[in-house]
């Protein structure tokens, strides 16, 4: 069975840093293309970031283009995404993906075809 965890979320200030996990079991972590979603309250969800299997191809939504990296260790079966320069409108619940289908920035932002973590919360307060 399919299992991701996200861990690391939490609250903090505007400006500050936080960095997001997402542990993995169940799959051939390294041959999936792993991403990372968000939902802010009466907000739809949106993508956030997205990264190939070699961790060489990565997408970012626009609003937190030059703020968030994306990596992975497929040693650890583990996504990471690095949080920095946070602003309040990125509080929202951040979801770790996993999908079989081959890295490309239009499908990043498809939320079907996809196994999902149940969410952390990351809270920003100006």
């Known amino acids: 069975r399919v299992q991701l965890v996200e861990s690391g979320g939490d609250s903090v200030q505007a400006g500050g840093s936080l960095r997001l996990s997402c542990t993995t079991s169940?799959?051939?972590?390294?041959?999936?293309?792993m991403g990372w979603f968000r939902q802010a309250p009466g907000k739809e969800r949106e993508a956030v970031s997205c990264?190939?299997?070699?961790?060489?191809?990565?997408y970012y939504a626009d609003s937190v283009k030059g703020r968030f990296t994306s990596s992975r260790d497929n040693a650890k079966n583990t996504l990471y995404l690095q949080m920095s320069r946070l602003k309040p409108e990125d509080t929202a619940i951040y979801y770790c993906?996993?999908?079989?289908?081959?890295?490309?920035?239009?499908?990043?932002?498809?939320?079907?075809?996809?196994?999902w973590g149940q969410g952390t919360q990351v809270t920003v307060s100006s």
């Open positions: 169940g799959l051939a972590f390294d041959e999936y293309t």
């Open positions: 990264i190939s299997w070699s961790g060489s191809s990565t």
């Open positions: 993906t996993a999908s079989f289908v081959a890295f490309s920035p239009a499908y990043c932002t498809v939320s079907g075809d996809k196994y």
